[in-house]
Structure formats: structure tokens, C-alpha cells
């Protein structure tokens, strides 16, 4: 130290410190090696764990989902990603079967010669077959007539080709039920509807978790009970095809 002061004292001149190294610090390099061994040693680990199939499966089925490959499995372990695409074309599959069976019922309808008692009308809930009840039933009857056996078997006819289920509903026109046997309109509605489930049940196989019967008196009618025309339009038995899986039918 002493000397250097001398040298300073007969130079004049204030020598420079010296220079820093350059790069990182020695340590962190160190550190840096450790921490890579030890992430490859976890990744090494890893491959020799087993293969969860059921996360490998659903994770397939959220790609295919975001790719826009969909189709519908009861059993199916992907998790969709959405199920507005899946829904869309549910939809749009049911509106043509619905379609589809509409005109497959007025063609049976035509060759069978009864389109005087029918009228088929259709919508996004379902098909609608109309049947008179003057071709059905006797007044205050619910017996059926040989013309109604024949529109039942449009029906039955329907149901075989379809997995649709089948709402049956009675109605009548509201006047005084001239009967022994019924005392009221909706005893005798409720009678027509469940005469035609079991002449149905009767001759098809179609299971009967499928159909069901309701009596609706005068309380649905089309038209305003005001003439003989619109009771005679109002008393009717309905045939109503649903598309399966729907809450309520």
C-alpha cells in the first residue's frame, strides 16, 4: 500500500481499480445445472407412471368436441366441450323425422281412404293426427266403430316405423252427455282415449311406456261452441307423435 502511494506521489497520476469479471456468477451457473438435472429427473419419473385411460379419453373427447367432431353416445366417457353443437343437431335431426313421419301418415291416410275423418298437422313439438268422432264413436259411445279400427291402424302403423311416443287425448263438445254409463263429458273423453290405447296395445307390440291416454271433455276445444258445425269439429280424438327424450309428452 505504501508503495503504491509512492508511485501515485512521484507519478501524480490515480491508478484505476481494476475491472469486474464479466458473465453471470460463478454460483448461479452451479444453481442453473442443479435445477435442470432435477426437472429432467421428475420427467424421467413420470414416464414410467401408468396411463390414466379415462383422463386420456375425456381429454380426447373435449379435442373432438373443439374440432367439431361430435355424435351422441349413451355410454360415452368424453366431456364435451360445449353441448350447444351437439344440441343444434339433436334438433335439427328431430324436426326431420318429424316432417318425415307427417308425410308418411297422410300417404297412409290417402291409400286407406280416410281422409274425410283425418287431418295431420305438424310442428317443432310433434305430429298431430285428428280423428272425427263421428267416424269413431256412436253418440255417447266408447265403442269403436269398424272406420275407426281402420285409423287406428294408420296409427299403429306410425308408432312400428317410429321411436316417437304417443299422447292419445279425448274431447268432446261440451253438451249434455246422453248416457247411462258416463256421467259427464270428461268420464266419456277419458273412456274414447283409453278405448283407443288398448285396441292399440291390443294388436301391435308397441310398448306401453311409449303411449299414454288423457281426457280432456270440452275444455280444449278448436272452435267456439256456438253451432252444430263447431261441436261437431270439436269432438275429436287426438293422436299426438312426441320425439323421445322430451320432460313432458
Keep these: ?19 469486474p469479471d464479466e458473465g453471470i456468477p460463478p454460483w448461479m451457473a452451479t444453481f442453473a445445472d442443479m435445477v435442470t438435472l ?33 355424435f351422441d353416445d349413451a355410454g360415452a366417457t368424453a366431456v364435451p366441450y360445449a353441448d350447444t353443437s351437439f344440441s343444434e343437431r339433436k334438433t335439427v335431426r ?42 269413431m264413436f256412436n253418440k255417447g259411445s266408447a265403442e269403436l266403430t269398424d272406420e275407426a279400427k281402420k285409423g287406428l291402424f294408420v296409427v299403429i302403423n306410425a308408432m312400428e316405423g317410429t321411436n316417437f311416443n ?16 258416463y256421467r259427464s263429458n270428461w268420464e266419456l273423453s277419458a273412456a274414447r282415449a283409453a278405448r283407443c290405447l288398448r285396441y292399440i296395445l291390443e294388436h301391435s307390440k308397441i310398448p306401453a311406456n311409449r303411449m299414454k ?9 278448436i272452435l ?9 269439429i270439436n269432438r275429436r280424438v287426438e293422436f299426438f307423435y312426441m320425439p323421445p327424450g322430451r320432460s313432458k309428452w
Excluded: W
Design 224 to 232: 267456439p261452441s256456438t253451432s252444430e258445425e263447431n261441436r261437431r
Design 166 to 181: 304417443l299422447v292419445i287425448r279425448g274431447h268432446t263438445d261440451g253438451e249434455r252427455v246422453e248416457s247411462k254409463i
Design 213 to 221: 291416454a288423457v281426457g280432456y271433455a270440452s275444455a280444449k276445444p
Design 94 to 135: 328431430e324436426n326431420r323425422q318429424i316432417v318425415e313421419l307427417g308425410a308418411r301418415i297422410k300417404k297412409s291416410i290417402r291409400a286407406k281412404d280416410l281422409v274425410h275423418m283425418a287431418r295431420v298437422s305438424s310442428d317443432k313439438s310433434g305430429v298431430m293426427l285428428r280423428l272425427s268422432n263421428q267416424a
Design 38 to 70: 432435477l426437472l429432467c429427473f421428475f420427467v424421467l419419473l413420470l414416464s414410467f407412471t401408468n396411463t390414466d385411460v379415462t383422463n386420456f379419453k375425456t381429454m380426447i373427447g373435449s379435442i373432438q368436441e373443439a374440432l367439431g367432431v361430435q
Design 1 to 19: 500500500m505504501a508503495k503504491q502511494e509512492a508511485m501515485e506521489q512521484q507519478g501524480g497520476v490515480k491508478a484505476d481499480p481494476p475491472k
